[in-house]
């Protein structure tokens, strides 16, 4: 089993930043792929961005390329997310998940945390 965390969600506005945390306990962090996802009112979950547990490579949906960025330490079984130049777009909850196959698919997830609130006013 894996508890994942997430915090650092918050009101900012557009423009800003909010970097985003998610916190690991359990099995062993590095074995797994790390994925943010968000949920929007009335929308389906969305792929957000990828490490992946090698920490070689990272993946990102094209509507946050260039403006999230996705880091992750294995040390302290954190992973973070940079989220810059917001757009009230981006509104959604925010969910951290672990999988051994994890990618831009919310199914090959094992392990989801609870969320937490990005609001980005206009």
């Known amino acids: 089993q894996v508890q994942l965390v997430e915090s650092g969600g918050g009101l900012v506005q557009a423009g800003g930043s909010l970097t985003l945390s998610c916190a690991a306990s359990g099995r062993t962090f590095s074995n797994y792929n790390i994925g943010w996802f968000r949920q929007a009112p009335g929308k389906e979950r969305e792929f957000v961005a990828q490490?992946?547990?090698?920490?070689?490579?990272?993946y990102y949906a094209d509507s946050v390329k260039g403006r999230f960025s996705i880091s992750r330490d294995n040390t302290k079984n954190t992973v973070h997310l940079q989220m810059n130049s917001l757009k009230p777009e981006d509104t959604a909850v925010y969910y951290c998940?672990?999988?051994?196959?994890?990618?831009?698919?919310?199914?090959?997830?094992?392990?989801w945390g609870q969320g937490t609130q990005v609001t980005v006013s206009s």
């Open positions: 998940a672990a999988g051994t196959h994890g990618n831009n698919d919310a199914r090959r997830y094992d392990y």
């Open positions: 490490f992946s547990w090698s920490g070689h490579s990272t």
